[in-house]
């Protein structure tokens, strides 16, 4: 398996890249189509796939608030106590005219995007790139653990103390 990164070749099943260390757990589950969570996909709060915004949710969450303001306004007015607690349905009220904005704003910022979008007009075929020479082996790069590792099969030098704490003569 082969690193993304450096391009170094790395053993089968391994996590870490030895060279740059970079994370290649996910390669052969990227090289087989199985990876889930692809760059293209949208997640929204907490790493759940968020919908696509569309205008019709939009139009849905702003009705939604709308009503739930109009029916605070009808329980100040008629609902027995309703003039002490009519405000709290005011909190679900703007919640859905504010999730129907920012599902416009979404949608306007998605079109934007896509509007944006290069085409590409021509592409160049890559069978008609020569091969590259596999003939001979590239010398192996040094790893990363070489110099970290180093160290482990010396001793350290051992200090003797005395019961004061004071080094021994």
Same mark, same amino acid.
């Given at each position: 398996m082969f690193c993304p990164k450096c391009a170094t070749q790395n053993i089968e099943g391994a996590s870490f890249c030895r060279v740059c260390g970079a994370n290649i757990s996910l390669v052969p589950q990227a090289l087989t189509g199985q990876l889930q969570g692809t760059s293209g996909e949208n997640r929204g709060r907490g790493g759940r796939l968020a919908k696509p915004p569309s205008a019709a949710s939009a139009v849905q969450e702003i009705m939604s608030g709308i009503g739930f303001a109009v029916v605070a306004? =009808?329980? %100040? #007015?008629?609902? +027995? !106590? $309703?003039?002490? &607690? &009519?405000? &709290?349905? =005011?909190? +679900? !009220?703007?919640? $859905?005219?504010g999730k129907g904005l920012s599902e416009i704003v979404r949608l306007a910022i998605a %079109? #934007? /995007?896509?509007? /944006?979008? +290069?085409?590409l007009e021509s592409f160049t075929r890559t069978d008609s790139l020569a091969a590259p020479s596999t003939a001979e082996l590239l010398p192996t790069p040094p790893s990363v653990t070489e110099g970290t590792t180093r160290h482990l099969g010396q001793d350290a030098a051992t200090r003797h103390l005395d019961s004061a704490g004071e080094p021994r003569k």
């Open positions: 306004i =009808l329980v %100040s #007015k008629y609902a +027995p !106590a $309703g003039q002490i &607690w &009519w405000f &709290w349905l =005011l909190i +679900p !009220a703007f919640i $859905g005219m %079109s #934007k /995007q896509q509007n /944006q979008r +290069p085409q």
